[in-house]
Nanobody, 120 residues
């Protein structure tokens, strides 16, 4: 059974940093494309960052480029999202996702999400 468990969310002031973690079980993250999505109240879910299963190619939403970094630690079977220079508009529920394809449009496995709140 595949499980993705996010942690690291919380309340932070604008300009601060947080690191989200996504601990995976039931799959090996090194062979999956992993991603972070977010959904703010009243808005659609959006892709924040993705790291491909081949060559670790990364893709970022324009709104987070230069501020957020996605990475994976295969030894810990965990994916991270380092978020710097946070803004109030980054407030959302952040969810981890996994898929066995290289560039999936819809991800197969999802975590429950972790709340990130950025105060101004």
């Amino acid at each position: 059974q595949v499980q993705l468990v996010e942690s690291g969310g919380g309340l932070v002031q604008a300009g601060g940093s947080l690191r989200l973690s996504c601990a995976a079980s039931g799959l090996t993250i090194a062979t999956y494309t992993m991603a972070w999505f977010r959904q703010a109240p009243g808005k659609e879910r959006e892709l924040v960052a993705r790291i491909a299963r081949i060559f670790d190619i990364t893709v970022y939403a324009d709104s987070v480029k230069g501020r957020f970094t996605i990475s994976r630690d295969s030894a810990k079977n965990t994916v991270y999202l380092q978020m710097n220079s946070l803004r109030p508009e980054d407030t959302a529920v952040y969810s981890c996702a996994a898929d066995s394809r290289v560039s999936p449009l819809n991800f197969e496995y999802w975590g429950q999400g972790t709340q990130v709140t950025v105060s101004s």
